[in-house]
């Protein structure tokens, strides 16, 4: 005798719970995040962060709100020129090197591109910044 069955699975959509990090308190943007700032719980989101060491250091982009999810797209690293501040434009072609000063004319992060107004001609060049907060003018 012979017993054939079979067994029926019904496979329904499960949410899929991770650790999401969330800020404690209102962060306004332009601002640092720090450890204090944040705390990790269980949730879903999206584009969420979940390792709030991914988060230190950074600057929010946008304001951040408590228990809300942080978004990757949300933070950004901290800027090193502000618009209008004094910066130093360098020009570097093999063995020449000129610099002058200049007037930010936008802000940004290390490796950003940023309007900058060379202070002697009034000319309005293109550069990116340096870690140093120098912007390479090409």
Do not use: C, H
Not at 2 to 27: E, K, N, Q, Y
Not at 38 to 49: C, D, H, I, R, T
Request: charged share 25%.
């Amino acid at each position: 005798m012979r017993v054939v069955g079979f067994i029926s699975l019904w496979l329904l959509p499960v949410a899929a719970f991770a650790d999401i990090v969330v800020p404690t308190r209102t962060i306004r943007a332009k601002e640092i995040i720090e450890s204090a700032d944040l705390q990790v719980k269980s949730g879903e989101a999206p584009g969420a962060v979940n390792d709030p060491a991914d988060l230190i250091g950074k600057e929010a982009k946008t304001a951040l709100y408590p228990g809300r999810p942080i978004l990757k797209a949300s933070v950004g690293p901290p800027a090193l020129v502000d618009r209008n501040d004094l910066v130093t434009l360098v020009f570097v072609k093999g063995g020449l090197s000129i610099a002058v000063e200049g007037r930010a004319l936008g802000r940004g992060a290390a490796g950003d591109r940023i309007r900058v107004m060379n202070l002697s001609s009034r000319a309005t060049v293109t550069g990116k910044i340096r870690p140093d907060g120098q912007i390479e003018v090409f």
